[in-house]
């Protein structure tokens, strides 16, 4: 006699010629565990993880900017950063290059970064319009709700291209890069085996977003299918956490006192303010989004452990670009501005990049005018356009604080420009005020601000008026390069954070059986005189839940037929911390399970496939085992094809 939860309806899971089950035509309502339970697999997870690897490279690729750094195994304190970039443009500092790409006029790779920009500026108009440029690209993976292997993204021409394609021109550019630097340094070819490869994305990008930058990182020849774990995807402001509590005293600001830190010994580290239980907010701002996460450290080994789940959104600098360009579309007219990006691109490429130099110097109390060059085929172009001058627009036009001046430059008040910030900035102050209103986040002692656009003082003033002195807000001197630093230092040692939150609710459907008066009658369905509940919710793990890292989910699974040769179970997701049906408002398919179980007969009259499901660590993982015959069965859990 099996217990209801062993209970397994074993048609429900059909191949291609098994006859369809009578639930199939009710939905999903999926397949019953055999035995759900929750194991922590200890033992082997708290071990240090010893590797192959010679040198861990980590590749930081930014909305705006990116870049490598990579620290040898043998020496894991000295993080060496890539070597200066050729180009580069007056006050910003390159020790990154822009995220920039320019592909021929068929579509091949030409050149990346500041090569990329210089080249296409440099063309003829009437070429540049055949060349393919792209920036700002990554947050297409952030704001595509429904991302697939095949979304495609748009060059400043206006022409399509794969995204999965420019992600990996652009990782096996910095696979050549580094690989490059590695050899030039030993004197000898650098193997690729020798290198364990980190990827940076945002905590608060889901899953499929992650599973994107893998799959791009396959085609780029970063790491093989058959060897995934030479990759390792970090987390950004995971990376920036592990980062700042290493950080000594003397590398680092304090907002409050606008001083290195003093009062401790330099050589300490912030640990000479960090003690056991500590809690502390990093706030990564970068080009597109801003993350935030919480951490608490638990000495003496240092681990980390998350309070609560990263939040955030799509609020980075280039926030400031669009409010930029709502101001020229204000001041010039949409209609000019869309024509003008599409028939002479390299001077809009021009005109952004002077706005972005200007963008650095804004300051709250800063007093006189910004300048801003206006390419001259703007001003040609919107001549030939309108039928009067750029000088005539400024003065029709109802903007106050932009003026014209006879050095052909807008010229910006502050004022002005500090209202280009305020959107964006007081995004990151409403995520910052509801994080500090949460239970769970009290006495936090330190806030770290880290990411490119943490270097705005108009940003930073804004932090220091919200948080009124609960926490010390802390700047890393090389405030660009933390997340860089930070994943060099989680590929050396990825079991540091010990405990994650997982960021949705996961599971699937299955049947169970129906009682009266608890579940809905239009979900019932009889079968061989049995009665069951169609579309129950088996919960794997649930938004905002605590999971140690190697903690894992395992459920029981029995194919169809003895035939079958593989199993495909679909993962459904929510925001909210718990759901009853797969059918019910906010719950999505977000995924599938696949269970390869061809190749394992079994003389068992009921095959049982075991499942294990990770969800502590930075990417979703599944293991499966056959039961009877203790052979590994091929499992895979895919974010992608199934949107």
């Known amino acids: 006699m099996m217990t209801e939860k062993e209970l397994v309806i074993d048609d429900i899971i059909t191949d291609a010629m098994a006859t369809p089950s009578p639930a199939k035509s009710m939905g999903d309502p999926g397949i019953t565990p055999l035995s759900p339970t929750h194991v922590l697999n200890?033992?082997?997870?708290?071990?240090?993880?010893?590797?192959?690897?010679?040198?861990?490279?980590?590749?930081?690729?930014?909305?705006?900017s990116s870049g490598y750094a990579y620290a040898f195994n043998k020496e894991p304190e000295c993080i060496h950063t890539m070597r200066r970039w050729e180009g580069g443009d007056p006050g910003v500092s390159n020790q990154k290059t822009p995220t920039t790409i320019l592909l021929t006029p068929d579509k091949k790779f030409h050149s990346f970064g500041y090569a990329a920009r210089d080249f296409y500026h440099d063309l003829d108009p009437t070429e540049s319009k055949q060349w393919l440029y792209l920036e700002k690209f990554k947050m297409k993976l952030h704001t595509t709700a429904n991302l697939s292997i095949d979304t495609d993204l748009?060059?400043?021409?206006?022409?399509?291209?794969?995204?999965?394609?420019?992600?990996?021109?652009?990782?096996?550019?910095?696979?050549?890069?580094?690989?490059?630097?590695?050899?030039?340094?030993?004197?000898?070819?650098?193997?690729?085996?020798?290198?364990?490869?980190?990827?940076?994305?945002?905590?608060?990008?889901?899953?499929?977003?992650?599973?994107?930058?893998?799959e791009a990182a396959y085609k780029a020849g970063l790491v093989s299918r058959e060897n995934p774990d030479q990759l390792i995807i970090a987390l950004e402001p995971e990376a920036a956490s592990i980062y700042c509590r290493k950080l000594r005293l003397h590398q680092m600001v304090d907002l409050?006192?606008?001083?290195?830190?003093?009062?401790?010994?330099?050589?300490?580290?912030?640990?000479?303010?960090?003690?056991?239980?500590?809690?502390?907010?990093?706030?990564?701002?970068?080009?597109?989004?801003v993350d935030l996460t919480v951490h608490q450290i638990r000495l003496p080994e240092g681990h980390l452990k998350e309070l609560y789940k990263a939040s955030g959104g799509p609020h980075g600098s280039i926030g400031i670009d669009y409010e930029f360009e709502k101001l020229l579309c204000k001041i010039f007219g949409q209609d000019f501005i869309d024509q003008f990006k599409i028939k002479r691109p390299a001077a809009w490429v021009d005109l952004m990049i002077a706005?972005?130099?200007?963008?650095?110097?804004?300051?709250?109390?800063?007093?006189?005018?910004?300048?801003?060059?206006?390419?001259f085929s703007f001003i040609d172009y919107y001549k030939k356009f309108r039928g009067h001058s750029v000088e005539h627009a400024l003065r029709k036009s109802n903007v106050d604080f932009v003026k014209w001046s006879s050095q052909g430059m807008l010229r910006m008040s502050p004022d002005a420009m500090n209202a280009l910030f305020k959107p964006t900035i007081d995004h990151i102050i409403q995520?910052?005020?509801?994080?500090?209103?949460?239970?769970?986040?009290?006495?936090?002692?330190?806030?770290?601000?880290?990411?490119?656009?943490?270097?705005?003082?108009?940003?930073?003033?804004?932090?220091?008026?919200?948080?009124?002195?609960?926490?010390?807000?802390?700047?890393?001197?090389?405030?660009?390069?933390?997340?860089?630093k930070g994943a060099v230092l989680f590929g050396l040692d990825p079991s540091i954070i010990k405990v994650r939150r997982s960021p949705l609710t996961y599971g699937v459907g299955v049947l169970n059986r129906f009682v009266e008066g608890k579940h809905p009658p239009e979900k019932m369905l009889v079968k061989d005189g049995m009665r069951w509940c169609t579309d129950v919710f088996d919960t794997f793990i649930s938004a905002d839940q605590s999971v140690a890292l190697g903690e894992t989910v395992k459920r029981s699974y029995t194919p169809a037929k003895p035939s079958q040769q593989v199993i495909v179970i679909h993962v459904y997701c929510s925001e909210k911390e718990s759901a009853i049906f797969i059918s019910d408002p906010g719950v999505r398919k977000c995924g599938t399970l696949k269970l390869d179980v061809s190749g394992t007969e079994s003389p068992a009259a009921r095959r049982e496939i075991q499942t294990l499901m990770q969800f502590g660590d930075t990417e979703i993982r599944a293991m499966a085992i056959d039961v009877a015959t203790s052979r590994s069965v091929k499992a895979s859990i895919d974010f992608l094809s199934s949107q």
């Not at 020798?194 to 499929?208: C, E, G, L, N, Y």
């Not at 830190?261 to 502390?280: F, H, K, W």
């Open 42 to 64: 200890d033992s082997e997870e708290n071990e240090p993880t010893r590797h192959p690897y010679v040198v861990v490279v980590a590749i930081d690729f930014g909305t705006t």
């Open 431 to 484: 995520h910052l005020t509801e994080l500090f209103d949460r239970p769970e986040v009290t006495d936090i002692k330190f806030l770290f601000l880290v990411g490119g656009f943490a270097e705005s003082s108009l940003l930073q003033q804004a932090v220091q008026n919200m948080l009124q002195g609960r926490s010390r807000i802390i700047i890393p001197h090389d405030v660009g390069l933390t997340i860089l």
């Open 256 to 289: 409050g006192t606008k001083t290195s830190l003093n009062g401790y010994s330099p050589t300490e580290n912030v640990g000479g303010g960090m003690t056991q239980g500590d809690r502390y907010v990093v706030v990564d701002c970068g080009g597109g989004t």
């Open 355 to 375: 706005f972005e130099s200007r963008k650095r110097a804004a300051a709250p109390d800063r007093s006189n005018p910004l300048n801003i060059n206006l390419p």
């Open 154 to 214: 748009h060059a400043a021409n206006g022409k399509r291209v794969k995204a999965l394609d420019i992600f990996a021109y652009a990782l096996a550019f910095f696979k050549e890069q580094a690989l490059k630097e590695l050899s030039d340094q030993a004197g000898a070819d650098f193997d690729n085996a020798d290198v364990r490869w980190v990827i940076t994305v945002p905590a608060i990008w889901k899953m499929p977003a992650k599973q994107f930058m893998r």
